[in-house]
């Protein structure tokens, strides 16, 4: 994630520069040092896991997992942390997140739905039953 985060983010970089975020600038400057030979070894093994989880979501309609860990952040300078997306990313497995609950702080915890590869359109009709489920609790 972070070595293509360095091409996904140059434009902006060099369009606004300091004004970015600290850490979207570490991803375009590599603070991580992520070498060519590591992001391939990377790529490769996502590659070879792709089938793997296909063949276990095979008879489901879509997994739920959490979003992020616990509720949501406040204000709008932050989403929150990504690590529960990464992977489904990195698989290239649809996901969506909706809102679940509420948090001690009164914020939105969100669940996320995850689904096969090219299943998108699928995951979202899934997506849109759950939230009728929740919204009718």
Not at 45 to 55: F, G, H, I
Not at 102 to 123: F, K, N, T
């Amino acid at each position: 994630m972070h070595a293509e985060g360095r091409l996904a983010y140059l434009a902006e970089y060099l369009h606004w520069g300091e004004a970015l975020s600290p850490n979207l600038r570490a991803e375009v400057e590599n603070e991580e040092a992520i070498t060519p030979a590591r992001l391939a070894a990377a790529s490769d093994y996502l590659s070879s896991m792709r089938p793997q989880m296909e063949r276990r979501m095979s008879g489901f309609d879509a997994w739920l997992t959490p979003a992020v860990p616990g509720e949501a952040t406040a204000g709008l300078e932050n989403t929150g942390d990504a690590v529960f997306n990464r992977l489904w990313t990195g698989l290239h497995m649809p996901c969506i997140t909706l809102p679940g609950f509420h948090g001690a702080q009164g914020l939105p915890v969100g669940i996320q739905l995850v689904a096969p590869r090219y299943r998108d359109r699928h995951l979202l009709a899934v997506a849109r039953a759950v939230e009728l489920m929740i919204t009718a609790l």
